[in-house]
């Protein structure tokens, strides 16, 4: 019995071992299993290529208007989190649909907007934590990539002659000054958020597109001379400072607004400005009735009054500015090469104030110190600094004064102009600094708004911002170029600059920018210019008053038109 129980013993315990045994590998095999499974990670990275390239930041600028965004991950994803994980918002946040392509087993995906994007507009596309790998991991870099769309090569607008586009052009830009002047005086706003804050030397440019749109038939001579009446007879009231008009002036009181601190009294580049303008006008109304006979007068007396030798401040130098605060404070003389010209030939013009040939030599041209001589961009500059600067220094003073065949002992004008301008031209076509979109469409660097302020952008201080008013205010001196550029502004980018009072005041394609603004002194020139390009109106009409006539020759100028 002993025995026979002690061998049961071992028999049953020999299965329970085995059992246990068997239990062991189970529960074993089972941890294993277990620590297997929770050890493997399925998170996922991305990398990123726009149109095949990463330029190593989360921007890409100047896209074409399907670009393809090609993300690389590191495991498969699961494809039924996509539409919720990767996300494309225009500037509103509005979401844009687009199609998806898959590779390489889900871990190469492919996105390409369903439509075209809108030129010079910015996108988001997001790749945020709802993006799942096949696994179910998370994505341990989330994305938001700045994609922002290019130029949209289509016509804006249906094609129209050149002719056709030109009186466009001058018909929309004169609605700056004649529905936006200001109520009261009829002057010039400064710009278009101004308020009643109006411009001396921009009422002369509005003054000037006023006559022109008389001759091109958009208002009636009727209405003209009526908005004329109203100028001249808010000037006549207007405060002065020894005939001189300031920059700023209130457009209901005629009281000056300082410009700046000390800038509060007479500006005589300004009043340059605005008399080039009056005397355009009174050339123009000719009539031997009353109402334009009295215009005339008006127009004469205040170009009298005006002491030009007052502001040499007993030197043989004009000077820009004197307050009735702080006098010659700002001591600035108007020396040459730049937009001043016409300050003194309308200052040696002068029956009452005038200034002699030295203050000319001496002030202006600095005995011969303006003249340059060197050549930039295979063009040889014969006035001012180096490569030309803004081009609104061969514009202002010959919106009336007529470069053609124009010359003194210091330059030829007509070449001078012409040679800035190319200069401008050339620099932009050479594009050193490589601005979005500088090319020979797209070219002109001038004073004007640029993002957060305004400055004088020129070869030497580029910007990036172009100001169409630079390259439609040489239409004399480089009409295919300019009219390169007018198609290019209206048709492809009309969209964007082409607005209530003709093109925005300037852009810059590498933000990209628009500017919302409209300027009296680039709008007015555009006018202008244009209509000096198609028929030398202003500058016939200036250049035959007998004071300039008398003032140039007294200068040394030579022209077939004095």
């Known amino acids: 019995m002993v025995k026979s129980s002690h061998v049961n013993y071992l028999k049953n315990n020999k299965l329970v071992n085995f ?98 994007l809108k030129s010079f507009s910015g996108y988001t596309l997001a790749v945020n934590d709802l993006l799942k790998s096949a696994g179910g991991g998370r994505l341990i870099n989330p994305v938001n990539i700045a994609l922002i769309a290019g130029l949209d090569d289509t016509d804006k607008f249906p094609r129209i002659s050149d002719d056709e586009l030109l009186t466009l052009v001058q018909k929309q830009t004169f609605k700056y000054f004649w529905d936006f002047a200001h109520p009261t005086s009829g002057m010039a706003r400064e710009r278009n958020t101004s ?25 009636s001579r009727t209405d003209g001379l009526a908005r004329m009446q109203q100028i001249v007879g808010f000037l006549k009231t207007a405060d002065r400072f020894h005939g001189a008009f300031p920059h700023w002036i209130d ?36 009539g031997a009735n009353a109402t334009e006979t009295t215009l005339r007068n ?97 514009q202002y003073s010959f919106l009336g004064i007529n470069p053609n065949g124009l010359t003194d002992v210091y330059a030829n004008y007509e070449t ?16 050193p600094a490589k601005n979005i979109g500088y090319s020979a469409e797209c070219w002109g660097l001038t004073a004007s708004d640029i993002p957060g302020g305004y400055t004088a952008s020129s070869p030497t201080n580029d910007r990036g911002v172009i100001a169409p008013t ?17 198609k290019f502004f209206y048709y492809k980018l009309g969209d964007k600059i ?27 020139p555009i006018i202008i210019m244009i209509e000096n390009y198609r028929t030398q109106l202003l500058w016939n009409l200036f250049m035959s008053a007998p004071e300039i006539k008398t003032g140039m020759k007294g200068l040394g100028f030579s022209s077939p038109k004095l």
């Not at 016409?342 to 030599?361: E, G, N, Q, R, W």
């Not at 002030?363 to 180096?386: C, E, F, H, I, T």
């Not at 439609?472 to 295919?480: A, D, H, K, M, Q």
Request: include cysteine; hydrophobic fraction near 40%; charge should be neutral.
């Open 470 to 486: 630079a390259a439609l205010s040489s239409f004399p001196y480089t009409p295919s170029q300019s009219m390169a550029a007018l």
């Open 19 to 116: 059992l246990l045994a068997i239990l062991l590998i189970i529960f074993s095999s089972s941890c294993k299993k277990s620590n297997t499974e929770k050890t493997v990670n399925t998170d996922t990275s991305l990398s990123f290529w726009v149109n095949g390239s990463n330029n190593g930041t989360l921007k890409y600028t100047n896209l074409n208007l399907k670009p393809v965004i090609k993300f690389s991950f590191t495991e498969a994803i699961n494809t039924a989190t996509v539409t919720n994980g990767i996300l494309l918002t225009d500037e509103v946040g509005a979401v844009i649909p687009y199609v998806t392509v898959y590779q390489d087993g889900n871990k190469t995906i492919s996105i390409t907007p369903q439509n075209n």
């Open 251 to 286: 457009g209901n009181t005629g009281k000056v607004i300082a410009f700046s601190t000390k800038d509060n009294g007479g500006d005589l580049v300004e009043t340059s400005l605005l008399m080039a303008g009056l005397l355009t006008a009174r050339q123009y109304f000719d």
């Open 195 to 219: 308020g009643n804050t109006v411009t001396a030397g921009g009422s002369g440019f509005g003054v000037m597109a006023l006559v022109t749109g008389i001759s091109r038939n958009f208002i």
């Open 298 to 394: 008006d127009i004469t007396n205040l170009y009298n009054e005006v002491d030009w030798n007052w502001y040499r401040n007993g030197t043989n130098s004009l000077y820009w500015h004197w307050s009735p605060n702080y006098g010659w404070d700002m001591n600035l003389k108007i020396q040459g090469w730049n937009e001043c010209l016409i300050t003194y030939v309308l200052a040696a013009s002068s029956p009452t104030h005038p200034i002699s040939k030295t203050v000319y030599d001496q002030g202006w041209a600095r005995d011969g110190a303006m003249k340059n001589g060197n050549s930039y961009y295979g063009v040889q500059l014969p006035l001012g600094n180096a490569n030309g600067g803004p081009l609104f220094l061969s």
């Open 498 to 524: 082409w607005k209530e009072y003709g093109f925005i005041d300037a852009f810059n394609l590498n933000e990209p920018w628009f500017a919302s603004s409209f300027l009296a002194i680039d709008q007015g």
């Open 416 to 431: 001078q102009n012409k040679a800035h301008t190319m200069i401008n031209y050339n620099y932009c076509v050479a594009n």
